[in-house]
């Protein structure tokens, strides 16, 4: 049944994404530090992708037992059944994650964790285990109640136990119901369980209607509007966490979590387009058997799930991370910050206010090269020479860096949609490489700072990327979408 999720197969993406991130950020392997015991390095390897793998079929289990009992009208049999074997593959995957996650707490090889005193003394001692005791009596409950879902009521039952032990994560690690990490702690179980349902809702329905797409005209309003709620809680619960969490705007600049919460608001601003893409262009055209809508459905999906699959592996790194951060070395703000809030972030704001008329900001329009020399001029002068850090303090001096910056991108987003686009795209790469060289010379004649090659390295490869975006059709195009991606003979990608 697994194998009906193959649009979905895109989230998988966000491994190798999640590795990157770890191993440019220097958390791929365990520090070495004299005299205190470490994790095997396998246990340090293996837990973020367990960790990324639980969090799909968590996800996967909760949309298919909301689609199936509230969402498909008579509920879905099928998808409920899903729901059950995916949560027998979420149990498998909370069994390994337990078994290693003794391994990295008790520093004891893979084999030891598998003693099984050690693990029963876990399971009933200590708050971890209890966790994870929580999670698999949860678990074990879906598996055996999803198929027994006859009306609304006992779906709710199952909703509600599902998304309790979906959101049982929360309280591991730098959580805990005490004192100040309290709002931290409900703001990221809000947050882990509205990605569920957004993530596992879509994965659901598109399996749905691959094989019943005769639902899709009463199935797809119903869900979109259902994502839409499970979106906005997304973002907000998010906002929340970060901010109890990164309590100084320089820290957004200088920590690696700081740039990990704006990569996650980029990819919010994508799902968001594409969402809005699905709201306007395949639920206004449902018809009787649901074949043009469906194919439509399945082509924005699989973008969707490859963003989607990215997020994921940007919070599971975010988790290894840790949510205190700890800036770079005197100050210095992270490249791959800058490349997100110049080139990220006003990228997903152009691209979803499309509707630029051609009359308007017209001059900018027509001179991307010059937009792209200032705005390599303003990184360098910000981040590169300082001058506004030494005239208004640390403080003060992110917040005007990261208004003017987020101006210069924006006005560099809007040149880069006009006719000289690809002329303006490749200046503005030439300018990124000299902007990533200079602020990195720059960073290292103040005292007692080290520059990353890594992460320059990864800036550098960030900011080409996303510039590169503006020439793929017709993700990027600013009036309208062209279409192969609307054309009504596309094929399902299953």
């Given at each position: 049944m697994i194998n009906r999720f193959a649009t979905s197969r895109q989230l998988w993406w966000g491994i190798p994404l999640l590795l990157i991130v770890l191993w440019v950020a220097g958390s791929l392997l365990p520090a070495t530090e004299i005299g205190i015991p470490?994790?095997?390095?396998?246990?340090w390897l293996s837990l973020p992708i367990v960790r990324f793998a639980r969090d799909i079929a968590a996800s996967i289990t909760l949309g298919c037992v909301i689609v199936g009992g509230l969402v498909v009208p008579q509920r879905s049999m099928r998808a409920l059944r899903w729901a059950s074997v995916w949560a027998i593959l979420w149990l498998v995957i909370l069994i390994v994650q337990f078994i290693l996650t003794i391994s990295d707490v008790l520093a004891v090889p893979i084999v030891g964790a598998l003693d099984p005193t050690t693990m029963w003394s876990v399971l009933t001692q200590v708050d971890l285990g209890r966790v994870f005791m929580w999670q698999f009596i949860g678990v074990l409950v879906v598996v055996a109640l999803s198929q027994a879902v006859f009306s609304r009521v006992t779906a709710w039952v199952?909703?509600?136990?599902?998304?309790?032990?979906s959101l049982a994560p929360s309280f591991l690690g730098h959580g805990g119901l005490t004192g100040g990490h309290a709002i931290a702690t409900i703001s990221l179980g809000i947050h882990l369980v509205s990605v569920a349902v957004w993530l596992g809702g879509l994965a659901a329905v598109v399996a749905l209607l691959a094989i019943e797409p005769k639902?899709?005209?009463?199935?797809?309003?119903r869900f979109s509007a259902v994502a839409l709620a499970a979106a906005i809680v997304a973002a907000e619960s998010g906002l929340l966490n970060s901010s109890v969490r990164l309590t100084q705007p320089m820290l957004f600049l200088t920590t690696w979590y700081g740039a990990l919460v704006i990569a996650k608001v980029i990819f919010i601003g994508w799902l968001g387009y594409f969402g809005l893409q699905q709201r306007r262009r395949v639920i206004p055209n449902l018809d009787a058997d649901g074949a043009l809508s469906t194919a439509r459905l399945f082509r924005y999906a699989s973008t969707e799930f490859l963003i989607m699959g990215f997020a994921v592996g940007v919070a599971i790194s975010m988790s290894r991370i840790g949510p205190v951060a700890t800036p770079n070395a005197n100050g210095a703000t992270n490249l791959i910050t800058?490349?997100?809030?110049?080139?990220?972030?006003p990228q997903c704001a152009v691209l979803i206010t499309d509707r630029i008329a051609p009359t308007r900001f017209g001059t900018i329009r027509r001179y991307p090269e010059t937009m792209a020399v200032v705005a390599s001029v303003v990184c360098i002068e910000l981040f590169g020479l300082n001058l506004i850090e030494r005239l208004v303090g640390v403080q003060l001096a992110a917040l005007f860096n990261i208004g003017l910056v987020l101006l210069t991108g924006w006005l560099l987003a809007v040149s880069l949609t006009g006719e000289r686009q690809r002329s303006g795209v490749v200046t503005a790469m030439v300018m990124w490489v000299i902007t990533c060289g200079a602020v990195a010379y720059f960073q290292t004649t103040r005292p007692q700072n080290v520059v990353d090659t890594r992460a320059v390295a990864a800036a550098t490869v960030t900011g080409l990327v996303i510039l590169a975006l503006y020439l793929v059709k017709p993700l990027l195009a600013t009036k309208q979408l062209p279409s192969p991606l609307l054309e009504p003979s596309a094929s399902p990608t299953q």
């Open positions: 470490q994790a095997p390095v396998a246990t199952v909703v509600l136990i599902t998304t309790a032990a639902r899709a005209q009463l199935t797809l309003p800058i490349s997100l809030l110049l080139l990220g972030v």
